[in-house]
Each structure stands twice: as C-alpha cells, then as structure tokens.
C-alpha cells in the first residue's frame, strides 16, 4: 500500500536559516504531493502541491520538487521567520484508493529569533 | 475558493450524550468528504469516507455504530460520536474532495471534542 516517511522532528532553527523537512513516498501509480502546514489548534492548510514528476511546487517561499527517481518530496526554504513555526505534514493521494490521502507523521518546526 | 467549514469549532459535553460535527463545503460540491482524528502531536487518522447518498466506508478499527456519519448533500457531512466517553475526546477534523480527477482535499478547520 501506500506509505510517507517524514524527517523525524522537533526541528528547531534561528531565524532566517535554511529549512529542510524530507520527504519520501511509496506508492503504486502515478500520485499527487503535498505539504500541509498546520498551526496550533487548528486544522490543516494546504502549503503546495505537485502532481507529476518534476513539478515544483511553491509557496509563502517554500519549495518542494517531485523526484520519481527517488520517490521524494522534500521541502525546503531559504531563510525561515518566526511566523513559520508550525507542524508540517508530508502527503500523498491517488487516483486509485478511492481518493485517499495518505500521511506522514508530521514535523514540528520551531523557529527562535 | 475551495473553503470547507466545520461547526462546532469546540464542543464539551458529559459522559454518555450525543455529540454532532457538521462539515460543509461552501463554494464547490464535493464528490467526496473525509473524516480524521488527530491525537496530541499525532498525525492524522482516517476514520472514513463519505460519498453524497450512500453508506461511509470505515477503515479498520473505526466502530461504525459509534460514529455515524450522514453524508445528505454534497456540500453537508455529518459525523456524530454517539454515547461520548472520555477517551473520545480528540480533534475531529473534515476534508473534502471535488473529485473528476482533482485529488486535492481541502480541509476544515477541526472540532475539538471534550468528554468529560
């Protein structure tokens, strides 16, 4: 079945250091990739996607590149804010499975001044 | 667009009541919801799917009887913990799916739910 391996945390950094969560996949067919950032007490909002191989996805300066050669989706940023502390959740849904999302277990980021 | 909301926000009621999420897309109809329960600093647990006019399918473990989920419209869900105990308490979050080949979820905002 399907399965997402996310970089164990707490990850903590100092503001504006570079940020990377991995991210890899297994799957069978051809799915989409998320990242969903969640604040607390809250639910989940979609960070950025892509939906095939090579696609780079984008946003609020965070970036994330489906490699199907090695089944990753790793996210990255160069200078992360205070504002960007949050919990990062890795995911991945098919066309088959009924549309199911599948997830990792999420990545506490802390960002310090 | 795309927003999915979720009333009540937060809930607490005694041992042994009925407790009812609702979960609705505002501005598409959704094909598809889903709901999660999400322990302290866990990940998210499908609990089921909902198609619009048939029966949730539940995943493994997820008693049917005791959380029922109604799915009326295709913009309404429903999810309620029937005879709620403590150990139900827990952050009930909804998504939803537009389907046609978009596997985008968008999800609500999340019920937290405490059984005292």
């Known amino acids: 079945g399907n399965s997402v391996t996310q970089m164990e945390g707490p990850v903590t950094l100092s503001e504006e250091a570079f940020l990377t969560i991995n991210c890899t996949y297994t799957?069978?067919?051809?799915?989409?990739l998320f990242w969903y950032v969640q604040y607390p007490g809250e639910g989940l909002q979609l960070l950025l996607k892509a939906t095939k191989a090579d696609d780079k996805g984008s946003n609020k300066g965070f970036e994330a590149t489906y490699r199907k050669e090695t089944t990753s989706f790793h996210l990255e940023k160069g200078s992360v804010q205070v504002s960007d502390s949050a919990v990062y959740f890795c995911?991945?849904?098919?066309?088959?499975?009924?549309?199911?999302?599948?997830f990792g277990d999420g990545t506490t980021l802390t960002v310090k001044p | 667009g795309a927003v999915v909301s979720q009333h009540p926000s937060w809930v607490i009621c005694k041992s042994g009541t009925s407790v009812k999420i609702e979960c609705r897309s505002l501005d598409f109809q959704a094909t598809t919801m889903f709901w999660y329960r999400q322990f302290p600093k866990q990940s998210l647990m499908l609990m089921a799917t909902s198609n619009e006019g048939s029966k949730a399918t539940y995943e493994q473990g997820v008693e049917k009887d005791k959380f029922l989920i109604n799915h009326a419209s295709l913009t309404l869900s429903t999810l309620t913990v029937t005879s709620a105990h403590p150990e139900d308490s827990s952050f009930y979050i909804c998504s939803a799916r537009i389907g046609g080949g978009n596997n985008e979820q968008f999800f609500g905002p999340g019920t937290r739910l405490t059984v005292l």
């Open positions: 799957a069978t067919g051809y799915p989409s």
């Open positions: 995911a991945l849904s098919g066309s088959t499975n009924a549309g199911k999302s599948t």
